[in-house]
């Protein structure tokens, strides 16, 4: 086992099909990988449908009494395969490659090679170095209700609280270590709707426009300076990303119109400041707002955390990773609320597409970068 090279343990992994959500097969592979270098695993399933039902898994490594707490996080659900594979998607396949050999399967990057990398990367780490946890989800890619937000509240009902975790997302673009993600902007969609009175295009003053309302609407809500954007975040910004009224009839005015927004905000805001802010401007107008928050932005300022990591890429690859919280959301949305959270893996490039592809050599590398890490935070 301690001889198996890290691809060999994304192989395990990727081997098991495991489109979110994810169950049963994958997490046994994960288990009978960590259960041998000592951690106490928890695996439970939450959920029902059409949510769910979604597995989980913590697994701990405790350190002597009063020791750090580090935890790795991520999830083992990956999309769709699509069409058109080389090889199957779920048939890990390492074929040669000018740089060197790459391994082929859904989820190379995105991110049970990461979670190989995890793995490898405790193992030969000392047990007395301190507490070392998994915290692995099921469900990442999907609506991510019973996925690690219910892995929080497992964790926080066990007193196990970690003091800093670590995600595994494919951080990287060109080459490994060239970016770390310290934050990611938040993002809320509200739909909107103005009831009007229905009439004749040459009657208006026995109807009532919704169009003229909505138009107004949109047009002061396209105009909001949110903010100016900081050191760290992009402005904030809304875009209308839907319009509605579906009148077949040129002479007709009708009784109704839709729109849709898209805000995609940085820390300065949470979602149900913007959604009330949004509401408040539906009203004057006439309309309704309805919104769903699908994530709260997050940053975990520069610092020492920060710094472990930069320093344990550049150890390993000679790169001195750019801080970002550029890209969509992710699980961080949430484990922000247990410790800091920095997100750090992977090349991105064939993520979500079919032949997704992982550097045999990255891996091994990636696994020293996590052990460098992992170290660091727990002496200090
Ligand atoms: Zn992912």
Avoid at 42 to 51: I, K, L, S, T, W
Avoid at 237 to 250: K, Q, R, Y
Wanted: aromatic share 6%; proline share 7%.
């Amino acid at each position: 086992m301690t001889d198996a090279s890290v691809a060999d343990l994304a192989e395990k992994l990727i081997a098991c099909p495991s489109v979110t959500p994810a169950q049963g097969l994958v997490f046994d592979a994960l288990e009978a990988i960590l259960a041998p270098h000592g951690f106490e695993i928890d695996r439970f399933v939450a959920g029902e449908a059409p949510d769910g039902p979604v597995e989980n898994l913590f697994a701990i490594r405790r350190g002597p009494a009063g020791s750090r707490h580090f935890a790795f996080a991520g999830h083992l659900d990956v999309v769709p395969p699509g069409e058109g594979w080389t090889s199957a998607p779920f048939a890990p396949e390492r074929r040669p490659s000018p740089g060197g050999d790459l391994l082929y399967g859904r989820g190379a990057v995105d991110m049970k090679g990461a979670i190989a990398a995890m793995a490898a990367a405790v193992r030969d780490l000392p047990a007395d170095a301190g507490t070392v946890s998994f915290v692995i989800t099921g469900d990442e890619e999907g609506p991510a209700i019973h996925g690690t937000r219910a892995l929080i509240e497992r964790m926080r009902e066990r007193r196990d609280v970690p003091d800093l975790i670590l995600v595994g997302e494919p951080t990287s673009t060109h080459r490994l270590g060239d970016m770390v993600k310290i934050g990611r902007r938040g993002s809320v969609n509200i739909w909107l709707e103005v009831e009007g009175v229905q009439g004749h295009v040459a009657y208006p003053h026995l109807a009532d426009n919704p169009i003229t309302k909505l138009v107004a609407m949109l047009s002061e809500l396209e105009s909001l300076t949110l903010d100016e954007g900081d050191e760290w975040f992009q402005p904030s910004n809304i875009e209308i990303t839907d319009l509605e009224v579906g009148n077949p009839a040129h002479n007709v005015i009708p009784a109704k119109a839709k729109a849709r927004i898209s805000i995609r905000f940085n820390a300065r805001h949470t979602g149900a400041e913007l959604a009330e802010r949004v509401a408040a401007i539906a009203e004057r107008h006439g309309g309704t707002a309805r919104a769903i928050i699908s994530g709260e932005a997050f940053l975990t300022p520069p610092g020492a955390f920060s710094s472990m990591i930069s320093d344990a890429v550049e150890a390993e690859t000679g790169v001195k990773p750019e801080l970002s919280t550029t890209g969509g959301t992710s699980d961080a949305r949430f484990l922000k609320d247990l410790a800091p959270v920095i997100e750090f893996g992977l090349c991105n490039a064939t993520m979500h597409k079919r032949d997704e592809g992982v550097a045999v050599a990255d891996l091994e590398v990636l696994a020293r970068i996590y052990r460098r890490i992992a170290r660091a935070a727990l002496a200090c």
